[in-house]
């Protein structure tokens, strides 16, 4: 299908309709693998999506970057959602609260300049994801495009008892469809670079060459719906994670060994 010509235009200085910079890589399956929850499956496919943006949420401004990985949920194929790195607050804490959809706090440049296309991603001090490239031109786009998203909603129990949760991990299914208005293929370089908050690099390398493309596309539906519990003894070794990421942590900040155990009883004065 062509570009939709019309539908490209905005008005000057025009917030949405930025295209979606769309960066997939080829990694080691296991490295999936040991990301998974119990219930996501490993897929036939072994991949990183990268999705760096702008769009509107809500009444804001929102500079994003999306890590997903190949994954299948009930024999559907779809992505395993790693996280959402934003530049605003707002969003983050009601969309992990309400649908377990892991937005964190990040610092992103994404900019294009004539067919230059530049990207940054930062977090902690750490830049993690950078991108310089060069878009080569307008391909066909397909008619409708869909993506499927699984995510996590857990709450452990207060005080931070052993294997105790007061909302019990379950699969959060999301389908989101688009209208594709254009896109543009990208020739550039993709680095992934060390952060201990972010640790891609180590996590999920890069085992081939990356694709890149600049894809405008208008969502037509957004479907967020609770699914199936997922076992709690199985998903505790999961339950600890960077952030709101879904990047394995200790609490809360990156894996590290500490000195003593925050959850431990604190034994009475005098005793």
């Known amino acids: 299908m062509a570009a939709n010509g019309n539908a490209l235009r905005t008005n000057p200085g025009e917030i949405d309709g930025w295209p979606f910079l769309k960066i997939d890589y080829p990694t080691d399956p296991a490295c999936i693998a040991a990301l998974l929850p119990p219930g996501i ?20 401004s929102e500079f994003g970057v999306l890590i997903n990985v190949d994954a ?14 934003i530049d605003q607050e707002s969003a983050i804490y009601i969309s992990k609260a309400m649908n377990g959809q892991p937005k964190y706090p990040a610092e992103i440049e994404y900019f294009r300049l004539g067919d230059a296309v530049h990207a940054r991603c930062s977090h902690q001090g750490y830049t993690f994801i950078e991108f310089h490239g060069k878009a080569t031109g307008a391909v066909q786009v397909p008619s409708t495009h869909e993506e499927r998203e699984w995510w996590v909603k857990v709450s452990r129990a207060v005080g931070g008892a052993e294997k105790a949760y007061d909302f019990p991990p379950h699969v959060v299914t999301v389908r989101t469809a688009f209208e594709p208005l254009q896109r543009e293929n990208v020739e550039g370089e993709l680095e992934l670079l060390g952060s201990p908050w972010d640790p891609i690099a180590k996590l999920l390398p890069m085992c081939g060459e990356a694709t890149a493309r600049l894809d405008t596309m208008r969502m037509t539906a957004r479907d967020i719906a609770l699914a199936a519990p997922i076992d709690p003894e199985a998903f505790w070794p999961f339950v600890d994670t960077i952030g709101s990421s879904r990047w394995p942590g200790t609490i809360g900040g990156p894996r590290r060994e500490l000195a003593f155990d925050p959850f431990a009883p604190v034994a009475a004065a005098g005793a």
């Open 41 to 60: 499956d490993a897929s036939d496919e072994s991949n990183v999506h990268l999705s760096i943006y702008r769009v509107a949420v809500l009444d804001e």
């Open 72 to 85: 299948d949920y009930r024999g559907t194929k779809g992505y395993y959602t790693i996280g959402y790195g």
